[in-house]
């Protein structure tokens, strides 16, 4: 069982603050969704509204095209794993998977067949009477998740599910938690501040900041086509320079601009400038070289002081590239380049570079 | 002695701290070593140090119809106590988590804790006065342990409370989206997790209720005497070898009773440090 989650203009306000201000979002059945923000913008909270331990002042919360706003958490048949999984402590790994079956009054026969289903699913098939206290991070993760599997719910919730692994561990639990979602094929949202961990999991990722949700859409359109600054430079490395309609202006006019270009680093190369005349070009000062094993990190700053990042092939000859040496960056393929264009197309945009 | 931390960090001038150390516990424990030693002496009245030794005032202390009836209406009046202690106690620390504002939390707790410290004389005055009052009351032991439970309540409040607060705070919630109830969240989720702290709490309110003396002064029934009334009384009368003897029992059970819990206690934290040390190494 798989639901289609709606989440209608949801307001949230705690004590003076008001967490989620006006969030809607809607979600297919079997989507990895990802709320991807800074801490503090509201994404726990959302998940917290979903789950329904939190109250929420207005909007609505549908799961397959019904409220469920007035459900107690125990009837929304959801599965929960908390960000420091929660395991009973006092219980064994097998008596905490047949937790939410005890709860549905299950007979025991069923409570065993669906403990051993669940845990062999993840991969802990002979861990049955192991205690919680005798497993490491990533074995009590799979657990917490077998369990929030359990009793077949209509929506995964995971809360930071990597916040309190060691980053091998990370990538690999990314990876299996997918799989055990496409396996499972079950509805999920995931919290993280993490961007790497949202881009591997997600089918879709949503952007929040200061209780918005600031865009939603796949990893790759996130990347590539950003609504505004904000998403450009939450997610990877973005330069950001003035651009007009008909593209990228020339350093140094932006005070025609309508628009932000996003330019990412690999779409940057070093130029010569006498070649590129004539093209889109930027001039700087080199600051920092670092190999970083799939590229060289090229960070200059232009005459105007922005800082422009650039990404090089791991076999660049970088020895020219020291310290303090001029550079000239020009545009690989100029349709890469994203223009964000301001609500107000008509009004001049002042860049703060 | 090894090479410890107190050693390595303050050399020598740890000396002093060891010689008040020592001092203390002298101060602690010397007078019940005289209490002791008195209670095995030969003759009837109480001398130190004692003068040969016999075992007749414990044979008479346990022959004692007297004595022996005090102590089967103490050990009625801790256990019953105890059981009522034990369960408010517990009722209201499990309340209290349930509260949302944290101002009221704070305020209830205060409020459990403040009658740790109002003398039992007050108890005692109220109670007896709410005695004269109400009949079903009077000729009984009901009162008393009443009393009694009320006194050791805010023991069992505070254990309780801290081995809530050492619990996940995530635990209550992940039940309930798990589909539990709140039965079930008490009885499969809060109360394994604090069973221990709530058996602490059940041998402080017992050590405290065995012991207490100002109640059962009060609200005691006529005829009727508690263990500590009777040493009390008896010490009045005269200082015989009994009392002394008396009190080396009840302390012996007293000692018997917190070490052995401690000892259990103990014993149970290393398993689940050892526990957690090895999940650290898997």
């Known amino acids: 069982m798989s639901i289609a989650l709606s989440i209608q203009d949801v307001r949230v306000t705690l004590g003076q603050f008001e967490v989620l201000r006006g969030v809607s979002l809607d979600a297919a059945p079997g989507t990895f969704v990802t709320l991807l923000g800074a801490s503090g913008s509201g994404k726990t909270t959302l998940l917290n509204v979903i789950a329904g331990l939190q109250h929420i002042d207005s909007g609505h919360v549908l799961f397959d095209g019904q409220n469920v706003e007035s459900r107690p958490p125990r009837k929304r048949k959801v599965g929960v794993v908390f960000q420091s999984y929660a395991l009973f402590p006092h219980?064994?790994?097998?008596?905490?998977?047949?937790?939410?079956?005890?709860?549905?009054?299950?007979?025991?026969?069923?409570?065993?067949?669906?403990v051993q289903e669940m845990l062999d699913l993840v991969d802990l098939g002979t861990m049955v009477n192991r205690s919680p206290a005798s497993l490491s991070g990533g074995q009590r993760q799979r657990v917490a998740l077998a369990r929030a599997l359990a009793s077949d719910p209509g929506i995964l919730l995971l809360d930071e599910p990597m916040a309190a692994l060691d980053k091998q561990l990370r990538e690999r639990m990314q990876v299996e938690i997918k799989r055990i979602q496409q396996q499972v094929g079950i509805t999920t949202v995931a919290v993280t501040h993490d961007q790497a961990e949202a881009m591997t999991m997600s089918d879709l990722v949503a952007i929040m900041h200061e209780g918005q949700l600031v865009q939603i859409?796949?990893?790759?359109?996130?990347?590539?086509?950003?609504?505004?600054?904000y998403v450009a430079g939450f997610l990877g490395e973005a330069n950001l320079f003035p651009a007009d309609r008909q593209g990228l202006l020339p350093p140094g006019t932006g005070d025609t601009a309508v628009g932000t270009a996003v330019i990412r680093p690999e779409d940057l190369v070093v130029v010569d400038p006498a070649q590129a005349a004539g093209h889109w070009q930027v001039k700087g000062v080199v600051r920092l070289v670092s190999f970083q094993g799939s590229r060289f990190r090229l960070e200059m700053t232009t005459p105007s002081g922005q800082s422009v990042v650039c990404s090089l092939p791991p076999h660049t000859d970088a020895s020219v590239l020291v310290p303090g040496a001029e550079v000239t960056l020009g545009c690989v393929d100029p349709d890469r380049i994203h223009v964000i264009r301001p609500a107000q197309a008509d009004q001049p945009l002042k860049l703060v570079a | 002695m090894t090479d410890s931390p107190l050693r390595r960090s303050i050399g020598w001038y740890r000396i002093p701290i060891l010689i008040v150390a020592v001092l203390t516990c002298l101060l602690f424990y010397l007078p019940f070593l005289v209490v002791v030693a008195t209670s095995w002496t030969g003759t009837s009245y109480i001398i130190f140090p004692p003068e040969g030794f016999s075992l007749q005032s414990y044979i008479g202390v346990l022959g004692d119809v007297e004595w022996m009836d005090a102590f089967k209406i103490s050990l009625r009046v801790a256990g019953i106590g105890t059981v009522i202690a034990v369960l408010l106690g517990t009722l209201g620390a499990l309340a209290l988590t349930r509260l949302r504002s944290r101002a009221a939390r704070r305020w209830i707790r205060t409020l459990f804790i403040v009658p740790m410290a109002i003398p039992p004389v007050a108890y005692a005055v109220?109670?007896?006065?709410?005695s004269l009052r109400a009949t079903a009351l009077q000729d009984n032991l009901g009162l008393l342990i009443l009393g009694e439970a009320l006194l050791a309540v805010p023991y069992v409040f505070v254990m309780v409370s801290s081995g809530l607060s050492q619990a996940d705070p995530a635990l209550r919630p992940v039940a309930s989206t798990l589909g539990a109830g709140w039965p079930m969240i008490?009885?499969?989720?809060?109360?394994p997790m604090i069973a221990g702290h709530m058996l602490a709490g059940a041998v402080f309110a017992f050590a405290v209720i065995f012991d207490e003396v100002v109640l059962s002064v009060f609200l005691t029934p006529v005829g009727v005497k508690t263990l500590p009334l009777q040493m009390l009384t008896a010490s009045q009368e005269e200082l015989s070898p009994q009392l002394t003897a008396?009190?080396?029992?009840?302390?012996?059970?007293?000692?018997?009773?917190?070490g052995g819990y401690s000892l259990f206690s103990s014993r149970r934290a290393a398993r689940a440090r050892r526990l957690s040390r090895k999940a650290a190494t898997v």
């Not at chain 1, 097998?94 to 939410?100: C, H």
């Not at chain 2, 008396?246 to 917190?258: H, N, Q």
């Open chain 2, 246 to 258: 008396a009190s080396t029992l009840v302390s012996m059970a007293a000692v018997l009773l917190l």
């Open chain 2, 186 to 191: 008490v009885w499969r989720v809060d109360l």
């Open chain 1, 91 to 114: 219980m064994t790994v097998g008596e905490n998977v047949a937790f939410p079956l005890r709860a549905a009054r299950r007979p025991t026969a069923e409570r065993r067949k669906v």
């Open chain 1, 217 to 229: 859409d796949s990893p790759e359109n996130l990347y590539r086509r950003p609504v505004d600054e």
């Open chain 2, 126 to 130: 109220g109670l007896y006065s709410v």
